[in-house]
């Protein structure tokens, strides 16, 4: 049987020599044979990619194929007979396709990566025959496709780059430049995005915001330098320019603040705090120099004042130490004892006693267990044992509320208090405050109510700071500054919620002048 324009020399199936296919020594075939001689030879010689005409595939040491590569096994890409239609005019592809032209990648538009939104982008997608494209994952192809579809980016709908990362693949050549020299990574690795620079990329999922709950937030644009001559004009000469520092403060967040202290020493040789100290009085110059110190300054040197002199704050030492995190605690008590020349457990141990000195030396360690998990076995376990401890003996075990309550995490707690309500039918503060008294059920309470809900506490806080004859300013001003970058928003929805008027009203009222319209910048807006 003979095919009308096949070259077939005399002799017949299998045909003699030149003939197809060639006799012992005929492969790469003789002159005459088939495919015919073209320039380069088959196979091209290694490292040729794309290869020459006539050169396909290419030799070991092109492109690539290690095991498992291109061309791929049955079901690789391009898949056999059914499999994945080639565009007119075969393999490769017409001129913009894939392989690429000289100059690099990515090709021109309409070849291969496809533009955003995925790979490939014909109206209504490309058709799909059976046993075709896309290949089964792990079925040897270039490389497999990922199970599930969806493609190797992360956009939806294909193989479109993840929004706003760059085009190409993960680690490779930015649009313009030359590729890099291939083999650049193992083929066929599902896990792999595709050809890169030879390393995988293993991008980590971002963590989930919560949101800024803050009411303060970075100024666009901020330059601590730009910023001090603010300061410092509004201090030079006769009298002081009030409107301008709280214009100035009250817009800055605490790290665009801190720096303005360094750049105003290195722009004028002076020290910040001294300056304003000496321009500004009363509780407006205690709020203005609280916001130029870092936050675990701030916190250290509010612990100083509430236990050094007569008479300790134990309200303050409690609302700081059961509200910070262990990095923030840590933090506090090395700045501590650099500053004061003492630790914070020796200043706590001489000022207080009894299990209120061991629940603060607890907190004070910093070592809070801060795992997200809760395992509601343990959580009613821990309920039985503070049940135990208190409202079922005679006296009160104090030592097993303070493991509990200094060592176990947050979220734990809040599990433990709920099983607690269901256990006794009475929330934990008000078994404390029957079993406890003095300084050590405050502390308790307190720590019970910061733990349960921070928000409602920070409340609480402000609304005894303001009610009644006179306002606890030390109090308002730590409160103000230390969470206005924190949950202010959710302090300010409990406020209104608890008391029926809102944080901004009642600060307002309370308060006045200078000092006032920077507490009002602080709080961020009325509810």
Known sequence: MSYPGYPQQGGGYPPQQGAYPPQ?????????GYPPQAGGGYPPQ????????????PQAGGYPPQAGGYPPAAGGYPPAAGGYPQQAGGYPSQAGGYPPAAGGYPPAA?????????????????????????????AGGYPSMPPGGGGWGAAPGGHGAPAGAQQGYPGGPAPGQPMPNYPGAPANTPSMPGYGSGVPSNPQAPAISKGFR????????????????????AMKGFGTDENAITELLGSRSNKQRVPMVAAYKTTYGKDLAHDLKSELTGNYEKLVLALVKSPAHFDASELREAIKGAGTDEACLIEILSSRSNAEIREITGIYKSDYGKSLEDAISSDTSGHFRRLLISLSQGNRDERETVDVSIAKQDAQKLHAAGENKVGTDESQFNAILCARSKPHLRAVFHEYQKMCGRDIEKSICREMSGNVESGMVAVVKCIKNTPAYFAE?????????????????RIMVTRCEVDMLDIRQAYVTTYGKSLYNHISGDTSGDYKKLLLKLCGGND
């Open 461 to 477: 806080r402000l609304h005894k700071a303001m009610q009644g004859a006179g306002t606890k300013d030390t109090t308002l001003i």
């Open 110 to 138: 309409g070849g291969y990566p496809s533009q955003p939104g995925g790979y490939p982008a014909p109206a209504g997608g490309y058709p799909a025959p059976a046993g075709g494209f896309p290949p089964q994952a792990g």
């Open 214 to 233: 803050g009411s303060l937030k970075d100024f666009p644009g901020a330059d601590p330098l730009r910023d001090v001559e603010v300061l410092r004009k």
């Open 24 to 32: 012992a020594g005929g492969y790469p075939p003789q002159a005459g």
């Open 46 to 57: 290694a490292g040729g990619y794309p290869p020459q005409a006539g050169g396909y595939p």
